[in-house]
């Protein structure tokens, strides 16, 4: 079964920072990465994905991640965060036609 | 704007008490899933559907029950709720095959159980 690791459960900053999120996979198939964002009080959204393709993807509100098979490793980042980026982030793996997710990184920004 | 709808949105109930989560989406997707969601932990997949009169258990074990008798509803059911079933419960769908994308998730129902 797929699984996933997130690091850094609490993740504070100040604005304009730059923000990086590390996720790490298992799952011996093809994978479909994903990363959701949970705005406080709000459902999860989806932030951005990788199928296949270019390594490096870009999502919504300035995000992107970069896959990197050798590593099993699908990290967020954001180059400069504003205060409405203050959010829960789950990285999840598509395995067996379902999703696992990651603990979540819990993210506040400071303005 | 999630097109899929969860009521109630939150839950105080008492032990012992029957409760039936609900679930629905407007997008015809076929698969739905419930997941339950506790703070610093994985979301747990706890029950899953791929259409009509199909639904299978997931990776977390739970007391739940689900049912599938029409597309678009995926109620869970709780036949006699206990402070351990205190969760939030996220509803999640997506569309098959070639056309995945993710999931669509719910706002969730936050269950206390008392």
């Known amino acids: 079964a797929q699984s996933v690791s997130q690091h850094n459960h609490h993740v504070i900053l100040s604005e304009a920072a730059s923000l990086e999120l590390g996720c790490n996979y298992s799952y011996g198939g093809t994978v479909n990465l994903f990363w959701y964002v949970q705005y406080p009080g709000q459902h999860l959204q989806l932030l951005l994905k990788y199928f296949s393709g270019d390594p490096l993807v870009k999502g919504i509100k300035g995000f992107e991640a970069e896959f990197i098979k050798s590593k099993f490793s699908f990290n967020l980042r954001k180059p400069s965060v504003q205060w409405s980026d203050t959010a829960e982030y789950f990285c999840a793996v598509r395995g067996n036609n379902r999703l696992a997710f990651g603990k979540g990184n819990q993210v506040v920004v400071i303005p | 704007e999630a097109d899929i709808y969860q009521t109630p949105r939150y839950l105080v109930i008492g032990t012992g008490k029957k409760i039936t989560l609900e679930c629905s989406q407007t997008m015809g997707h076929d698969k739905m899933y419930w997941y339950q969601q506790d703070p610093g932990m994985e979301l747990h997949l706890i029950h899953y559907?791929?259409?009509?009169?199909?639904?299978e258990k997931g990776d977390l074990s739970s007391e739940s029950t689900v049912s599938r008798i029409r597309t678009e509803h995926f109620p869970l059911t709780l036949e006699s709720a206990r402070p351990s079933h205190t969760s939030q419960y996220l509803c999640?769908?997506?569309?098959?095959?070639?056309?995945?994308?993710?999931?669509?998730f719910g706002s969730g129902t936050r269950l206390t159980v008392v």
């Open positions: 559907s791929y259409g009509v009169n199909s639904t």
């Open positions: 999640a769908s997506s569309s098959p095959g070639q056309s995945f994308y993710g999931y669509t």
